[in-house]
């Protein structure tokens, strides 16, 4: 069993992915940790929009949820 | 790069939390909305939106619960889900570069605390359920409800050791189904309770205890879920790190962690209002509102589906504490296992009542520490280190570590998180859950993870300027130059 084989343990268990390496993968650890540390391994940040996304969906929608909050209560 | 001790395995932090490869990331927004949704969703739902029902009515209780998940959201969404996607780290582990190479294992303490509060919130309410199905069906006598639900408790804690000790890959499947299971429950509940007093009841039911100001009504729900929301970060990296970009973990977190959480919590919410003593827990009202038939259905329910809940909590427990190698090194996977179980047993046996109805202490707790946190990380990770980390020194340690600052202690996180504490405490009473000086007008979270944020920046140019934490290399560090270094 691969890492990538794991994946579906990995959401339900949240941070606890793999106690359950199997043997081969722990022995790879090293390597593993090599391959990572390229800057090919990195994932994609946030494009700029996603920024304003985010702004608006966790900051502008909230407040205006709060202010109508405020006048209901 | 780092330049600490080679990076064999015996060096590293923990051997369970091996790096994800980018081409290992293979999760499409789809399987992480169904992911988070899963984690997001248990019983525990029910009683975060019985704890509002003190505070508001329904429609407004329901506004300010929605915005309250939204915020928190945010915060986690510009603190670990940038890390965690980027390098395929989890939330502990990602704690080390602004806490250090041994300050993260704060991080992991705070993981097990937090999840073993959620799993004894879920405990506590699986021993309820089993103690009314007994008393409903007249095996025992209301007299021995309480005693009941203490043997319950510690059973379904002792099947749940029995369980994860051999790490039953049974957790992959059942996290789905109980969180399909709980949804149909909620409606069942909304259903009922609509039955019961009818949708003008529901709207019109006053809540139970609010402040004399109503704008602090508003605040204090929504820094309830503030801090909710909050308190997934340890869920969080975890899931999201099986994504292969920010990009697509950004609407599936929001989506799959917002709305099923707040659909519930608002049938908790009106349960609260509707059924006073129940603090919105089902299992206080279900025989009497659904009959003995669908009552003792429901419950046997809540009974397995708090158990698969609790082994999820506590399995996630156990592999965080053995993160740290000296916990690891001294103690077997099994004993793990109990540990992360213990604290909710010792909780079920001596406070288990009163553990539930101050669950707002809790979720202070959870805001207490964590707002800080997620202001630290997100300064660290945006402002001081260019979204660049050295992975090899997340997994290695030694006194040239990148991540050694000064013993393995980073001092502009401890002064970042003391501020971050002394703000929040400034403005509410974790204990009291008493708001003090302007927290009707700023939450305390909020301001909390802000001066965290803004202090630990002050401090690290001060460490920076001493040439600890490799934030000069990241300062410089671009791909181009990392793959060539890497090809010398």
Redesign the interface.
């Known amino acids: 069993m ?3 084989e794991l ?15 199997p043997t081969g ?3 790879d ?2 390597h ?16 700029v929009v ?1 920024y304003y ?2 702004a608006l ?3 502008l ?3 205006v ?2 202010v ?3 006048l ?2 | 790069m780092n330049a600490g001790k080679p990076a064999s395995s015996s060096s590293f932090a923990g051997l369970d939390n091996a790096p994800l490869l980018k081409s290992e990331r293979t999760w499409r927004g789809g399987t992480l909305l169904a992911s988070s949704t899963s984690t997001a969703v248990a019983t525990w739902c029910f009683v975060l939106g019985g704890t509002v029902a003190y505070y508001l009515d329904a429609v407004t209780g329901a506004i300010a619960m929605m915005a309250g998940i939204l915020i928190g959201i945010g915060v986690i969404l510009i603190s670990i889900v940038p890390v965690a996607t980027k390098y395929g780290v989890d939330s502990a582990l990602s704690s080390k570069t602004f806490m250090g190479s041994r300050g993260w294992y704060l991080a992991v303490a705070l993981l097990f605390v937090i999840l073993a509060g959620w799993n004894t919130v879920i405990v506590v309410i699986l021993g309820r359920a089993v103690a009314e199905i007994l008393v409903t069906m007249g095996l025992i006598g209301e007299q021995a409800r309480s005693a009941t639900e203490v043997i319950a408790m510690l059973a379904g804690l002792g099947v749940v050791w029995l369980v994860i000790r051999r790490g039953s890959s049974a957790l992959a499947s059942s996290s789905k189904w109980i969180a399909l299971g709980v949804l149909v429950l909620a409606t069942c509940v909304l259903g009922l309770l609509i039955k019961e007093v009818g949708v003008s009841g529901l709207l019109d039911a006053a809540p139970l205890a609010p402040f004399d100001n109503k704008a602090t009504n508003v605040t204090i729900s929504v820094e309830a879920f503030i801090a909710t929301a909050i308190a997934w970060w340890p869920y969080v990296g975890g899931m999201v790190r099986l994504v292969p970009s920010a990009r697509t973990a950004l609407w599936p977190s929001i989506f799959g962690l917002a709305v099923p959480l707040a659909a519930v919590s608002i049938i908790g919410l009106l349960a609260g209002l509707v059924v006073p003593d129940s603090g919105g827990d089902p299992t206080a009202f279900l025989t009497q509102v659904g009959g003995v038939v669908f009552g003792v259905i429901a419950l046997a329910f809540i009974v397995l589906a708090n158990v698969g809940s609790t082994m999820v909590g506590a399995y996630s427990a156990a592999v965080g504490i053995r993160q740290v190698p000296a916990i690891s090194r001294r103690t077997s996977w099994s004993t793990a296992c109990a540990l992360a179980l213990i604290p909710s047993a010792v909780v079920a046996v001596f406070f288990a009542d009163a553990f539930v109805a101050n669950l707002q202490v809790f979720l202070a707790v959870c805001g207490l520490f964590l707002a800080p946190m997620c202001g630290i990380q997100a300064v660290d990770y945006f402002l001081l280190r260019r979204q660049t980390l050295d992975v090899r020194a997340l997994y290695t340690d030694g006194p040239t570590n990148t991540y050694r600052f000064w013993a393995g202690v980073n001092p502009a996180a401890v002064v970042g998180f003391g501020v971050g504490v002394a703000t929040f405490l400034m403005l509410l009473d974790p204990l009291t859950y008493t708001p003090r000086t302007f927290f009707t007008y700023t939450t305390a979270s909020l301001p909390s993870m802000l001066a965290a944020g803004a202090a630990y920046w002050l401090a690290s140019l001060v460490v920076r300027r001493m040439g600890k934490g490799g934030y000069r290399e990241a300062a410089t560090r671009d791909p181009a130059q990392m793959a060539e270094r890497l090809q010398r």
Request: net charge negative.
């Open positions: 691969t890492a990538h994946t579906p343990l990995a959401g339900v268990a949240g941070p606890a992915l793999v106690h359950h390496l993968a722990v022995d650890f090293a593993r940790v090599e391959l990572a540390s390229e800057a090919s391994n990195d994932g994609d940040s946030y494009a996603d996304a985010v969906a966790t900051v929608v909230p407040l949820m709060f109508v909050a405020l209901l209560a």
